[in-house]
């Protein structure tokens, strides 16, 4: 086993405490720093399989205090304790692991920034995964997200969507991944979805959705302005089904909404717009309708307003 650096190993695990906090310039000095050097990443995949396995080490759970523990480890002073701990425990670890790491959005916005000047806009409650090695490359595991994709001919920037890809031709597209569909938008540019087999080209002002269920895949004109327009915290709908427009709600505020039996068909043009609160955005929608809404457990129901009759 080769020797680990310890000033790389004090990087890594500030690194890896900081990572669920970065903003966009604070990921593009990870990313920078992971390229810097071969060691970074390895030695940065070793401190993040170590806090994976700390159960089976008897060290502290993950929780809360788990985080507490890293933090007052790496940041306040106990860094050189805890490289010297993981000194002896890593070399356990040699199994290779993978370059892949998740993000999740959490409950707001995030924006995430590669190394290649992509940007990732995430709405909340999306995750994607991303590769160390790769900055060409993501997959969009559930939810919705914005590809602001820095065009390079040679080196095509490639989302995998369950089973399938849509492979960047210089290009602003929105991705969403539902269990039932897989939708690509394209605001500038072009998509080519799934090249290796049918080979779908998707231009700007088109959208393109795949039924995982029946395998069978549409395009549909989109106003190319109003691609991702969930960023700037509005949704724009032209006579469209509203089982279709509260699915865009629940993407956009990362909150189940449902509707009550037979409201999917009924069709709704209008603008949403998006205070960040979800409970208020759905009452909102709801009262634009007619209709009206209530919390059930850990989501919102939308149904009509309850008979007022003799």
């Known amino acids: 086993m080769p020797k680990i ?28 720093w992971l390229e810097a050097d071969p060691a970074h990443a390895d030695i940065y995949d070793r401190v993040s399989l170590y806090d994976a396995e700390r159960a089976a080490l008897r060290l502290p759970k993950a929780s809360n205090d788990n985080v507490r ?29 993978s370059s892949r790491y998740d993000i999740e959005a959490g409950a707001a916005r995030r924006s ?7 940007r990732i806009d995430l709405a909340p409650g999306a995750r994607v995964t991303l590769d160390k090695h790769n900055a060409r490359f993501a997959s969009l595991a559930s939810g919705m997200a914005v590809f602001t994709v820095k065009h390079d ?13 849509a492979r960047d031709l210089g290009t602003v597209f929105e991705v ?24 779908t080209h998707i231009a700007p002002g088109e959208r393109l959705s795949f039924d995982q ?11 190319a302005d109003s691609v991702g327009e969930w960023r700037g915290g509005r949704l724009r709908f032209a006579d469209e089904p509203l089982g279709r427009v509260v699915d865009a709600l629940s993407l956009a505020t990362g909150t189940q909404v449902t509707l009550g039996h037979g409201l999917s068909g009924r069709r709704f043009t209008g603008m949403v717009h998006l205070s960040g609160d979800a409970g208020r955005d759905v009452a909102h929608f709801a009262a634009l ?22």
């Open 5 to 32: 650096n310890a000033a790389i190993l004090r990087e890594a695990i500030a690194w890896h405490v900081r990572l669920p906090e970065l903003d966009g310039d604070g990921w593009d000095r990870f990313t920078l």
């Open 69 to 97: 523990w890293w933090k007052g480890g790496a940041i306040a002073g106990g860094t050189a304790a805890i490289a010297a701990s993981l000194l002896l425990v890593m070399p356990h670890f040699s199994t290779p692991q």
């Open 112 to 118: 995430v920034a590669l190394g290649d000047g992509t």
């Open 153 to 165: 001919a040679t080196r095509p920037f490639e989302v995998l969507v369950g089973d399938h890809v």
């Open 176 to 199: 969403v991944k539902t269990p039932d569909e897989i939708r690509v938008s394209v605001a500038s540019g072009e998509v080519e979805f799934d090249p290796a087999t049918s080979a």
């Open 213 to 223: 269920a029946s395998g069978k895949t549409i395009v549909v004109p989109v106003a």
């Open 289 to 310: 309708t007619g209709l009206t809404s209530k919390r059930d457990g850990d989501h919102w129901v939308i149904a009509p307003v309850a008979s007022t009759g003799d």
